[in-house]
């Protein structure tokens, strides 16, 4: 018998007073719930890749990429396909299981469809799970991708429907939660979630939660994202989120959602090997792997492995996982890696996936 019951009915109390627990009751509980459910010590591993950087009409308060920000980005044109799979090829071979593909679009217009499905077969055919986020879609661009073979699909929520005007102006929440039934509907898993730190009161990270866990069917993966302070958009001079609120909120997106992947996102770089390690114990059982995430930075690989190695984790071992328990292997990866990266210096590389 599961000691617990998958619920789509949460009310916005019941969830503030999981976020006011104390400290140690929360995390027995979300660590109970996630060791029932997956291996403990087992981490599913993501690489991220923009394949066109820059520009985006959108107004998204946190976002180096919208165009009416200036942070000094370059934009960049949607890349070539043949530099895709060179970068899925490297990121199986370090250890992804997992490749996601993120255009800086408000929506993908249908004269680059064709491109994505090709794209989407291409690398599909490496081994690896596929992923994309392009802004929001139709039923018909999401039921493209999906018989292209696209396992799954990225949109945030972002934040609470009451805090979300403060945030963004140029979509509507409605627009983003049609995309994702667009997305269920056409077959493919969700990847939702939400960034947090983004000036927001504990009700509204409530809220955020509340929205995904009310779904009609969970997110398959819910990633958490730390804000990223870029100079130039208008929120770089906040006050950083108190670190215990974030591994709260991935407490309890594990004890809302029990069967979803809980994915730490973008904010890594700036987090302690203490708090990750907390974040892991309290449901976290994902991550984006790789030095860079768009513009902002992630660890490296082998200070990730260093971290595994550690705790005790692994990273999950799908059909293409090559990633060995051996450090020498995994610190001879982690160092191809990084001399691809500074031969191609320049190219667009991560895609942090709150677009």
């Known amino acids: 018998m599961s000691s617990f019951t998958v619920r789509h009915d949460w009310s916005r109390s019941e969830i503030e007073a999981l976020f006011a627990l104390p400290m140690n009751d929360l995390l027995f509980r979300a660590h109970s719930i996630h060791r029932e459910v997956f291996d403990p010590n087992e981490v599913q591993v993501s690489r991220l890749l923009s394949i066109k950087t820059g520009a985006c009409p959108e107004d998204c308060k946190y976002c180096p990429q919208s165009a009416r920000y200036d942070t000094g980005l370059e934009k960049e044109r949607l890349l070539e396909i043949e530099k895709v ?157 108190d670190p215990l609120e974030f591994v709260r909120t991935i407490a309890v997106a594990r004890i809302l959602m029990p069967l979803s992947r809980v994915r730490l996102s973008a904010g890594r770089e700036k987090m302690s090997d203490e708090l990750q390690a907390m974040c892991f114990f309290a449901g976290a059982n994902s991550i984006f792997y790789g030095c860079k995430l768009l513009t902002t930075a992630n660890p490296e690989e082998s200070d990730d492995m260093s971290l595994f190695r550690r705790l005790g984790l692994k990273p999950e071992q799908g059909k293409a996982a090559l990633v060995e328990e051996d450090a020498a292997v995994l610190a001879k990866a982690s160092r191809g890696a990084a001399d691809k990266q500074e031969k191609d210096a320049g190219q667009a590389l991560f895609y942090d996936a709150t677009r």
């Open 85 to 241: 799979l060179t970068e899925a090829k490297a990121a199986r071979d370090a250890g992804a299981t997992r490749f996601c593909m993120g255009a800086a679009w408000r929506n993908p217009h249908e004269r680059d469809m064709p491109y994505l499905t090709d794209m989407v077969k291409e690398v599909k055919a490496l081994g690896l799970e596929t992923c994309m986020t392009l802004g929001m879609l139709s039923a018909h661009q999401a039921s493209q991708l999906a018989e292209a073979g696209l396992d799954y699909y990225n949109h945030n929520l972002d934040t609470s429907p009451e805090y979300y005007g403060d945030i963004i102006t140029t979509r509507t929440y409605q627009d983003r939660l049609d995309t994702l039934s667009n997305v269920r509907a056409a077959g493919m898993k969700v990847c939702s979630g939400g960034i947090v730190g983004m000036g927001e009161q504990a009700t509204d990270r409530a809220g955020l939660l509340q929205q995904l866990a009310n779904l009609e069917q969970h997110p398959d993966s819910v990633p958490i994202n730390m804000l990223v302070k870029v100079a130039g958009t208008p929120l770089d001079s906040l006050e950083d989120l």
